[in-house]
């Protein structure tokens, strides 16, 4: 139990549009995801914390009205990057908790690439 | 906030060694300590936790022990294979009052020479 899907697995976009990646709980209800941000040979880095029905918290230096999460429902949470840059190409990782559990379980991962 | 200080960061060792990973937090409410394996391009699967009351713990041969005066917490590996070669990631988790913060290592590059 406890897999974590995202789609795309990878995307490759121009300068300027959107890009929506999707993090699905398979076998289990999310009461929390989380977005991170990870580039070559870094840590994971949290972009940020969403509940379901709820807007979401962003970290310190994550601009909210640039990476939009919505959590609409116990299994589903997407983040889009909207007007992506060159600079917003990296490896986008979701994760997410059961109810009354502290692991995290991770996706698979999208690999984006903005030309 | 909390800081987790991981070391090495880079660590090879010989097919049926022994290696071990250090981290260090700083912040002593921190009550769950996950240690994360991630493979190139993959997602960090999680291998082995331990929480703030338990000394040590041990799964076939992956053991972390945790030490709470000193707040530090270590991951060995016995009798390394090739497969075992991958980036180990420590993490820390304060959980409690409406608050989750998890805050991950820089990470440990494993290489096992076969």
């Known amino acids: 139990g406890a897999v974590v899907s995202q789609h795309p697995s990878r995307v490759i976009c121009k300068s300027g549009t959107s890009v929506k990646i999707e993090c699905r709980s398979l076998?289990?209800?999310?009461?929390?995801m989380f977005w991170y941000r990870q580039f070559p040979k870094k840590s994971l880095m949290l972009m940020a914390t969403?509940?379901?029905?709820?807007?979401?918290?962003?970290e310190q230096g994550v601009e909210k009205d640039k990476f939009l999460i919505n959590h609409a429902s116990l299994t589903l949470s997407t983040l889009t990057v909207t007007s992506a840059h060159p600079e917003d190409s990296s490896f986008y990782i979701c994760?997410?908790?059961?109810?009354?559990?502290?692991?995290?379980?991770f996706g698979p991962g999208t690999r984006l690439t903005v030309l | 906030g909390e800081n987790v200080e991981q070391h090495p960061s880079t660590l090879s060792v010989q097919e049926g060694d022994s290696a071990v990973i250090k981290c260090t937090y700083s912040?002593?409410?921190?009550?769950?300590f996950p240690w994360y394996k991630q493979e190139l391009g993959k997602r960090p699967q999680l291998i082995i936790d331990?929480?703030?009351?338990?000394g040590e713990k041990k799964d076939q041969r992956i053991a972390v022990t945790l030490n709470k005066t000193a707040k530090h917490f270590s991951l060995h590996i016995t009798e390394t294979q090739p497969e075992d070669s991958a980036v180990y990631f420590c993490?820390?988790?304060?959980?409690?009052?409406?608050?989750?913060?998890?805050?991950f290592g820089k990470g440990t590059k494993l290489s096992v020479i076969p």
């Open positions: 994760s997410a908790t059961r109810g009354g559990e502290d692991t995290q379980y």
């Open positions: 076998d289990f209800q999310a009461t929390t």
């Open positions: 969403s509940n379901e029905g709820s807007k979401a918290t962003y």
């Open positions: 912040d002593s409410a921190s009550n769950y």
């Open positions: 331990i929480r703030s009351n338990v």
């Open positions: 993490a820390a988790l304060y959980s409690g009052a409406g608050s989750y913060q998890l805050t």
